[in-house]
């Protein structure tokens, strides 16, 4: 009997170490898959917000091809021909000056029989044997198609702490279309536009962030699987004592509680273990939280991924204004009220750097308008101008009556606007900041022209900027 109770007690430990490390699999296996899905969940998403920031750089450099080459080109010349070193310029000016504050490694411009027509490699102009099946495609269906450039595999990325430039980049095959205008239908593909650009930055963080998944659940794996061990080899040890001086009921009852404390710990770390990195998918400033005091690296990583989740959040967001401005609710109002609920919130900010905020204005003016975007459109100006002053200066604002309408009048004691770029801050992603997105005064030009108004820019004769919004007069809201 006592034989067969040893035999039946070392079956029963061989079942639950072969459990033991069966479950010990299981959850190293799902851990890490659970790490390289979360990465690759990361890895498409940054892919696919680039995806998207793409589209909307195609569409907008084929507006400004359209609006600034194609059309002034057609009623100069007559007709487009690049061969003309004028017009080959000013294409090359447009373009470049559309890409510039962006990694934009190579633009090209295909005619319908797949030939570079232009390009800023200027030594493949001319070129008919470039064009795959990509241009073709694109041609055929109009349809935009994209293609991810890595110089690298993912798993070689993985050890590469020192991205190159040019080691992940996106092209972009967009349509060139005409736009409704003089006597061209709307949506005629003219060419194909092929836009490469260097994600490498962008890419190194979400990179940074699959090492952070990787080490953190390889590290909460490796303590598990020491504390399974350790547990193991303790049962194990106290087995075999206990098979050696072969015990009595209650030891043995013992050594069953043991083994069910045992099963129940193990439990409860699958339990904990099933979603190791639920934290860091759900908060990052959580993780900074904790992580705070015992590892300085990945503390540094988080708060780099923190903030600039929240930077391209605010970019995002000024894209999608931009790009999908929401209906416009017109009410009667007086622009006077909206600039008064400006200057009370700035005014302690503006006597902070003293600034002077000058009232040149009487309410009494009405218009027709959108209280929240014409708000914020004033917002912008008055913003923009406290940027410029910095300090030691004055922002003045006037409401004027004019043709037509009423003139809203912001101006500033800065230094005003450069020749070179006062036809380019209207520009979409047009900017002289470091951290700017370039769409302020793109919104603010949506926002006025949805209004039926007009935005002027300009410099005043004593110096500093001026910008001049025009409103139409009031008729039936």
Known sequence: MDSQHQDLQVKSFQLVKLLSWTLLIVIIASSLGLSVFLAKHADETLLEKQKQFALLQAENLNHQ?????????????????????????????????TVHSFKVNEVRIY?????????????????????????????????????????????????????????????????????????????????????????????????????????????????????????????????????????????????SEKLASIGRMVSGVAHEIRNPLGIIRSSSELLLKRMKESDPVNVKILGAIHEETKRLSRTVSDFLDYARPRKIAMTALDPADLLDKIYMFLESKCRQSNIELKREYLPGHQVCGDEDLLYRAFYNLVGNAMQAVEKDGYIAVSINEAEGG???????????????????????????????????????????????????IGNNPEGGARLEIFLPQKKDC
């Open 406 to 456: 009423i003139s809203v009048v912001v101006s500033d004691s800065g230094t005003g606007f450069t020749p070179e770029i006062i036809e380019k801050v209207k520009d979409p992603f047009f900017t002289t900041k470091d951290n700017g997105t370039g769409l302020g005064l793109a919104i603010v030009t949506n926002i006025v022209e949805s209004h039926n108004g007009k935005l002027r």
């Open 111 to 255: 005619d319908p029989e797949f030939m570079v027509s232009y390009s800023t490699d200027t030594e493949i102009i001319g070129k008919d044997d470039l064009g795959g099946e990509f241009i073709k495609e694109v041609i055929e269906t109009g349809n935009p198609r994209y293609e991810f450039i890595s110089k690298k595999s993912t798993l070689a990325l993985l050890f590469d702490f020192h991205m190159r430039p040019g080691t992940m980049q996106l092209k972009i095959v967009y349509p060139l279309r005409s736009e409704k205008s003089l006597n061209i239908d709307e949506n005629v593909i003219m060419g194909v536009m092929e836009i490469t650009q260097d994600i490498t930055e962008d890419y190194q963080s979400v990179i940074n962030f699959e090492r952070l998944i990787l080490f953190t659940s390889s590290f909460s794996a490796l303590i598990l699987f020491a504390t399974i061990m350790a547990i193991i080899r303790r049962a194990d040890i106290i087995n075999e004592q206990r098979m050696r001086e072969r015990r009595d009921f209650e030891k043995e009852l013992n050594q």
């Open 65 to 97: 091809i359209y609006r600034r080459f194609i059309l002034p080109t057609i009623i100069g010349y007559g007709r487009i021909g690049l061969k003309n070193k004028e017009q080959m310029e000013r294409l090359d000016q447009v373009v470049r000056s």
